[in-house]
């Protein structure tokens, strides 16, 4: 495992270009025997491990890396420039592959309940495609679920304790949406910004109009955030500017909130036309919250406890990340965990110099295979969301 996801670090790839990636999990999977079948929703792989009759569980992977320049010295640093696996989705995609070891070998043993494990190594799950859609629902679309009593997922997490697993029914990751705002003014020389509009000002005013009305229409007791991470304008330094494009994001657990943090942010920004701007707001695709089925978790846990005793399995406590194994959860019952796998010196996902703690690997693909083979023997008995 160390050895396959060490070679998926060096190499890694964006969402719906993972097809390096894809090629080592499909010669992987065939060296199991299976008869892994590629392109489904992208660049997706899947397999199944088939033993009679029963229901049919998945298992998720995502397999992408990020747009980010990676600072390590370890000798299995990014050798692509400006990407690197800086959230641990290639330990996801190496966990797996020996998860579909395990489950083969115990199928192969007659050790394993009847029904198919199915595995979804996934494409895209950082963020969407040029038709605005991540892996997660591509693959659906491809059939990826069809068939499928129940899911389960994991992350592995670069700030938690290494191989200490956490799982909690209910909403456990936020919904996410895309903010887009577009602050227009007038143009006007920099030495008489009086003549013109200055939409650099006024977006400026806007971000923070936009933090305060957050705090005055989302109930303290309620989860939601808005933040923005980017802002462009301007042409040189000597005008004002007559147009600024500002993105961000909103984050929250319910439907409601979204709505309210959309009109909090229309609210703060619609202000700036009473002083002669002309404004636009839109918030487009995201994922959805991501809200874990009790019985699934159930199952899951009772596995968890099995393999890891009661020192080893907590509950997990909802936090603002989005994850798009949401869509799978929308659709089956589906549970998510995480497995800490903190290195000496931890650095958040997304950070330049993020690692994983490798001996978190085992626990991860145990748990994996684990609960995959409680799934199937509770699945069939689940009532609908």
């Avoid at 591509?138 to 068939?147: H, N, P, V």
């Avoid at 393999?307 to 994850?323: H, I, S, T």
Wanted: proline fraction near 6%; charge should be negative.
């Amino acid at each position: 495992m160390v050895a396959f996801r060490r070679d998926l670090h060096r190499h890694p790839e964006l969402g719906f270009q993972e097809h390096r990636t894809a090629a080592r999990v499909r010669d992987a999977l065939s060296a199991l025997g299976l008869e892994p079948r590629t392109g489904v929703g992208g660049t997706g792989v899947v397999a199944e491990v088939v033993h009679g009759t029963g229901p049919i569980v998945a298992l998720r992977a995502d397999m992408d890396a990020l747009p980010i320049q990676e600072e390590a010295e370890h000798d299995y640093a990014s050798t692509v420039p400006g990407v690197m696996h800086a959230c641990g989705h290639d330990g996801h995609t190496a966990a797996l592959v020996e998860a579909a070891r395990l489950l083969r070998d115990l199928r192969d043993q007659g050790d394993l309940p009847a029904g198919t494990v199915r595995f979804l190594f996934q494409p895209s799950e950082e963020g969407p495609g040029e038709d605005g859609r991540s892996g997660a629902p591509r693959m659906l679309e491809d059939g990826a679920l069809d068939g499928v009593a129940a899911a389960f997922g994991l992350h592995l997490g670069g700030n938690l304790p290494t191989g200490k697993v956490f799982l909690s029914p209910g909403p456990v990751m936020a919904g996410s949406g895309e903010l887009a705002v577009v602050v227009r003014g007038v143009s006007a020389h920099a030495a008489t910004p009086h003549e013109g509009v200055d939409a650099l000002v006024l977006a400026a005013q806007g971000v923070v109009a936009a933090q305060q009305a957050v705090a005055r229409r989302i109930d303290p007791m309620e989860q939601g955030v808005v933040t923005f991470g980017t802002i462009r304008g301007g042409s040189a330094r000597n005008v004002v500017p007559d147009r600024v494009e500002l993105g961000g994001t909103v984050r929250y657990f319910h439907a409601d909130v979204r709505t309210r943090l959309l009109e909090a942010v229309e609210g703060a920004f619609g202000g700036l036309e009473a002083m002669g701007a002309r404004v636009t707001v839109s918030l487009d695709g995201g994922y959805p919250p991501l809200v874990n089925h009790a019985e699934a978790t159930d199952s899951v846990h009772r596995a968890a406890m099995d393999l890891m005793g009661e020192d080893g399995v907590y509950p997990m406590q909802p936090f603002m990340g989005a994850e798009d194994f949401a869509f799978i959860a929308r659709e089956v019952p589906a549970t998510f965990a995480w497995v800490g796998a903190a290195p000496d010196e931890p650095r958040s996902h997304h950070h330049p110099r993020f690692d994983l703690n490798e001996r978190a690997l085992p626990v991860a693909a145990g748990l994996l295979a684990a609960g995959a083979v409680q799934l199937l023997r509770d699945a069939g008995g689940y009532r609908p969301r």
